[in-house]
């Protein structure tokens, strides 16, 4: 039960950004109580400014008024105060630290790819195929891992997943035929579980924006 007289945390956020995507999926899946105002970066609310001046997303203002800029930081704050799925996997004392590794890798090793491939493609640029080449180097790395087990991790989810997942639906997207067509099926059916769930169509519902209605949305898994 949300106790109205206590202040919730307030998520600045945009749709489609895969930071502030991974961000909402954490706090879906702890089940806490936020208040979403969704932004857009050519029209910045001054409330977010004056917590963030570094003006990105994700803004996560506690209801402490402290202050997370980082989406990962945001992921570990709400599963530390609530897992019920127990995501950051605690009854291994080495797997929090295996599933930083992996998502250090991916932010940054492999998202700097991934943008190159998508302007190649985007501008019809002749290095598309290397592009490709650099990212698949590390799809193929999840293909070996979904092979072995349903999730990244293990036969259940993880924070490990929600941290990626944002950056391999982008992926996916930018050679549509080539990539239905690769050989990555555990990657697929990875992805595609995601994309079909409850929890994606929730965290990836369309919100007026704040600045234009100046109401904000309640964000809270189902419990």
């Known amino acids: 039960m949300i106790?109205?007289?206590k202040a919730l945390p307030v998520l600045y956020s945009l749709r489609n950004c895969p930071y502030a995507m991974r961000s909402r999926m954490a706090i879906y899946q702890a089940k806490l109580p936020v208040l979403l105002r969704d932004i857009v970066l050519k029209d910045?609310?001054?409330?977010?400014l004056a917590a963030s001046p570094k003006g990105t997303v994700p803004v996560l203002v506690t209801g402490?008024?402290?202050v997370i800029e980082e989406s990962l930081e945001v992921m570990l704050w709400a599963l530390s105060e609530q897992d019920p799925a127990d995501l950051l996997m605690s009854r291994d004392a080495n797997m929090l630290d295996e599933m930083r590794a992996l998502i250090y890798q991916f932010d940054s090793e492999f998202k700097p790819d991934l943008e190159q491939y998508r302007a190649a493609k985007r501008y019809h640029e002749p290095t598309l195929d290397a592009c490709r080449r650099a990212c698949e180097s590390y799809i193929a790395q999840?293909?070996?891992c979904l092979a072995q087990h349903a999730y990244l991790m293990a036969e259940r989810e993880s924070l490990a997943d929600l941290a990626i997942l944002p950056f391999i639906r982008q992926f996916a997207r930018v050679e549509r035929q080539w990539?239905?067509?690769?050989?990555y099926p555990n990657v697929r059916r990875w992805l595609n579980r995601y994309l079909q769930s409850k929890m994606f169509s929730k965290?990836?519902?369309k919100h007026p924006l704040w600045l234009v209605e100046r109401?904000?949305?309640l964000l809270?898994?189902?419990?």
Not at 44 to 48: A, T, Y
Not at 220 to 223: A, E, F, S, T
């Open 3 to 5: 106790n109205k007289n």
């Open 44 to 48: 910045k609310p001054e409330e977010m």
């Open 203 to 205: 965290v990836m519902a």
């Open 179 to 183: 990539y239905l067509q690769a050989p």
């Open 142 to 144: 999840l293909e070996q």
């Open 220 to 223: 809270v898994g189902d419990c």
């Open 215 to 217: 109401q904000d949305v």
């Open 64 to 66: 402490t008024e402290m």
